[in-house]
């Protein structure tokens, strides 16, 4: 949700890059989607799992905007933005940078765990097959500890 929020508005100003406040603007005023503060919050959130790309007070999406299809009747609900979980965040990346469907990420995914014995969770699974296509999962890993080992 957070990857197609932030297409949304990038798509709707017809940008590849923008300052963070005209972003929150964006999503605040011209959507009308959160008040001022949540905006800032997505936007905050957005960067912190790597959606977007900070560049001195400017941000770009780190990702290709043309691959999300933004619904005409799209409505982000908060709730499932702060929700999300890191296997969520892993296998939208993946479908982000490869143009696969989740469904089909997720079956790469299932893939993967069968071939390891079903030894390891699905979440170390989705971290060597977004590995196997170059991605950068560096900001996921202690993530993923946390979410196994405690």
Do not use: C
Not at 13 to 41: A, C, I, N
Not at 90 to 115: C, L, R, Y
């Amino acid at each position: 949700m957070l990857r197609t929020i932030i297409a949304a508005a990038f798509k709707g100003k017809g940008k590849r890059s923008m300052p963070k406040s005209e972003l929150t603007y964006v999503l605040s005023f011209d959507f009308k989607w959160f008040s001022h503060d949540k905006s800032k919050q997505v936007v905050e959130l957005a960067i912190k799992k790597g959606f977007l790309i900070e560049e001195g007070d400017s941000v770009k999406p780190a990702f290709d905007v043309s691959s999300i299809e933004v619904p005409i009747d799209f409505k982000p609900d908060l709730s499932r933005i702060n929700s999300s979980t890191v296997f969520d965040e892993i296998v939208a990346e993946i479908s982000g940078k490869t143009g696969k469907d989740t469904s089909e990420v997720i079956s790469e995914i299932n893939t993967q765990q069968e071939k390891l014995g079903n030894l390891v969770d699905a979440e170390v699974a989705a971290l060597l097959v977004a590995k196997r296509y170059g991605l950068d999962i560096s900001n996921y890993i202690d993530e993923v500890e946390r979410e196994l080992f405690t």
